[in-house]
């Protein structure tokens, strides 16, 4: 487990920051008991120390026509470094792959892809993925409904 130099009150705040990143410092500050000088300064190391990694929206995915979820396993030739470096690089610039994991287990990697329907799939798959010299074998996983996702991280383990 990483180093950690993190207090409860550091724990409350990247909480917090998960539950709605919009929050103004004062109302961050409020709810984790400093005023706000002391917080904003707290946020701004917790930033530079790489514990909090961006600020996004998270959008809808069927409101921007994208509700076509696949989870891909892919299984490639062989594990030559600089080859399945040129993967990895290949398909992390991939628009459509929203996640992307090297994983141990029957395949080898396991992408989260997301498109408008099963058409702009295909033409992903063929057009794309299999494209890539290395693939060997894809096996295609339909989401047919999201009942979790973008959760906040569990901080229970570092005693928030």
Known sequence: MPKNDLDA????????LQADGRLSNID??????????????RVKRLEREGYIDAYRAVLQRDRVGLGF??????????????????????????PEVVA???????VDYFLEVVVP?????????????????IV????????IQTLK???????GHLGA
């Open 9 to 16: 009150i550091d724990c409350r705040i990247m909480a917090a």
């Open 28 to 41: 961050l500050a409020e709810r984790v008991g400093l005023s706000p000088s002391p917080c904003l300064r």
């Open 69 to 94: 979820s696949v989870f891909v396993g892919v299984k490639i030739e062989s594990h030559a470094n600089d080859r399945a470096l040129a993967f990895e690089k290949a398909v992390t610039a991939m």
């Open 100 to 106: 992307f994991h090297l994983v141990s287990g029957e």
């Open 117 to 133: 329907d099963l058409e702009r799939y295909r033409e992903f798959m063929v057009t794309k993925l299999l494209e890539l010299p």
């Open 136 to 143: 060997r074998e894809v096996r295609s996983n339909i989401a």
């Open 149 to 155: 996702a973008g959760a906040p991280l569990p901080l």
